[in-house]
């Protein structure tokens, strides 16, 4: 009760999940984002595609039972995409079965039209998106259409992806294939994809920008979590080989490679800005 009355309390949904708190919401989203609308000059080759892997699952199981309403922040989606589409790549819209994207709205930046306007753009592509599988059957042989791989942050990655085989097949696709790895936030989670049935770690010694599990473990005192995470994502990576960039939740962008990642929301734009740049350069 004490908790409701500061604005503490998760709110309940009526699916029985809790999204942030009021605080939560007024420490942690901004109604307008960062976006700086660079001037790029149009890529020109055949590698136009950017396949998007996104989560179709809306709630994530916390330690204590409850259930966190998440799925793909907008922000950490959205603004790498405007960037990438302004210098004339487009997107595949994937996700493991081929239900809808689910976004967390509650974290959508509802002034800010440049968002509102590349969301409306893929609205229907969020909502018909390809299967991981069906990609995997028509897509491979097809590797020079395709520049890169984006997965975007949002705790929702963090349910079912990092244990989908078809998700780890299609970042060793990537690897394979010269194609760049685009992630950020929890968006790192389906790395982990990489370790199954077995195999060894892709990105063993990478440098690697991620989410921090000491900010995961702070959020649910400001009602953001309605509990603590069932693992810490950036010490599972780090334990795998992994040398993490960031020990905050900051703008920092990290590429290694043909990996290309960020921290947090808050380096949304910078990661956008730094992918873009990368694959024009290449």
């Known amino acids: 009760m004490i908790k409701k009355l500061l604005g503490l309390a998760p709110k309940l949904e009526s699916d029985g999940s809790y999204s ?3 605080m939560a919401i007024k420490m942690g989203v901004q109604s307008k984002t960062d976006f700086e609308n660079v001037s790029y000059k ?3 080759g055949e590698k136009t ?3 998007v892997i996104c989560t179709e699952e809306k709630n994530l199981k ?5 259930y966190f309403s998440t799925g793909n922040h907008p922000v950490e989606a959205l603004l790498p995409m405007l960037h990438l589409k302004n210098a004339g790549f487009d997107f595949e819209i994937a996700t493991p079965s081929g239900k809808p994207a689910v976004f967390e709205m509650w974290a959508f930046p509802d002034k800010d039209e440049n968002v509102k306007a590349i969301y409306e753009d893929y609205k229907s592509n969020f909502n018909k998106p390809i299967s ?3 990609f995997i059957k028509n897509a491979f042989e097809n590797s020079d ?3 890169a791989v984006f997965i975007p942050g949002g705790h929702g990655v963090m349910i079912g992806i990092p244990e989908d085989e078809n998700v780890g097949k299609i970042l060793r696709w990537a690897h394979q294939n010269e194609l760049y790895t685009i992630s950020l936030c929890h968006g790192p989670g389906a790395f982990l994809s990489t370790t199954l049935d077995g195999q060894e770690f892709l990105y063993k010694g990478y440098n690697m920008a991620v989410f921090p599990d000491s900010v995961d473990n702070k959020t649910p005192m400001i009602g953001y979590l309605p509990g603590y995470m069932t ?5 599972n990576l780090k334990s795998l080989g992994v040398k993490l960039a960031n020990t905050k939740m900051d703008k920092t962008v990290c590429l ?6 960020g921290s947090s929301p808050l380096a949304s734009n910078e990661l956008g800005k730094l992918a873009t740049k990368t694959l024009l350069k290449t």
């Open 20 to 22: 942030p708190s009021k």
């Open 42 to 44: 149009k890529y020109e």
């Open 49 to 51: 595609k950017i396949l």
């Open 62 to 66: 916390m330690k204590n039972g409850e």
């Open 132 to 134: 991981l599988s069906n």
């Open 145 to 147: 259409s395709y520049a």
């Open 231 to 235: 693992f810490g994502l950036s010490e």
């Open 256 to 261: 290694d490679r043909k990996l290309i990642t």
